[in-house]
Antibody
Framework: HVQLQESGPGLVKPSETLSVTCTVS??????????WSWIRQPPGKGLEWIGQ???????NYNPSLKSRLTISSDTSKNQFSLTLNSVTAADTAVYYC????????????WGQGTLVTVSS | DIQMTQSPSTLSASVGDRVTITCRAS??????LAWYQQKPGKVPKLLIY???YLEGGVPSRFSATGSGTEFTLTISSLQPDDFAAYYC??????????FGQGTKVEI
């Protein structure tokens, strides 16, 4: 199993930038066997897919977030991150990272999630 | 983009009931679908991957079928531990990997 741990700011002010990092252990983020994904869940609501990095290096983003979103990796730290600009209260959510096994249609591990609140 | 529609949104059932949840894709996704269970305040738990493969450690009362655009998750005999929210998610290429809106299974 892959271990994942999110770290985030906890509280972000409206219009500022939200950054959450996922530290990966058990496999390299450059591994050809995994895709690296972000999901969020606003309080009391359902799961929302944010986007992912494919092992090929390409990425795929939720169209509703694409203009504000960047997902990247830091291979030296074995981490991947999301950055979301110009946040509003609607971006308040638990943010989860996932390691998805390539070609296995959803199989993979989850981080424990980190709550990010957008408030002044 | 592919949309995922789950039904019902809420399901009232009793211990021992057979329960079925449906997920429909707006376009064909072959068997690129997963099912998750989530309890309040907890991380989602993978139940089924690639439409019908039971994740290790998941009780055999859970099963799933489907391909193309229509998928079902079945709990053969509902147990107290199964009262939770259930989500589908597709993994078809070249499309955002959207979730269904969820099904809450309640007493």
């Amino acid at each position: 199993h892959v271990q994942l741990q999110e770290s985030g700011p906890g509280l972000v002010k409206p219009s500022e930038t939200l950054s959450v990092t996922c530290t990966v252990s058990g496999v390299s983020v450059t591994s050809g066997g995994y895709h690296w994904s972000w999901i969020r869940q606003p309080p009391g609501k359902g799961l929302e897919w944010i986007g992912q990095l494919f092992y090929s290096g390409s990425s795929n983003y939720n169209p509703s977030l694409k203009s504000r979103l960047t997902i990247s990796s830091d291979t030296s730290k074995n981490q991947f991150s999301l950055t979301l600009n110009s946040v509003t209260a609607a971006d308040t959510a638990v943010y989860y990272c996932r390691a998805l096994e390539a070609g296995l249609g959803g199989r993979g591990d989850w981080g424990q999630g980190t709550l990010v609140t957008v408030s002044s | 983009d592919i949309q995922m529609t789950q039904s019902p949104s809420t399901l009232s059932a009793s211990v021992g009931d057979r329960v079925t949840i449906t997920c429909r894709a707006s376009q064909t996704i072959s068997d690129w679908l997963a099912w998750y269970q989530q309890k309040p305040g907890k991380v989602p738990k993978l139940l089924i991957y690639k439409a019908s493969y039971l994740e290790g450690g998941v009780p055999s009362r859970f099963s799933a079928t489907g391909s193309g655009t229509e998928f079902t998750l079945t709990i053969s005999s509902l147990q107290p531990d199964d009262f939770a929210a259930y989500y589908c998610q597709h993994f078809a290429s070249d499309s955002p990997w959207t979730f269904g809106q969820g099904t809450k299974v309640e007493i």
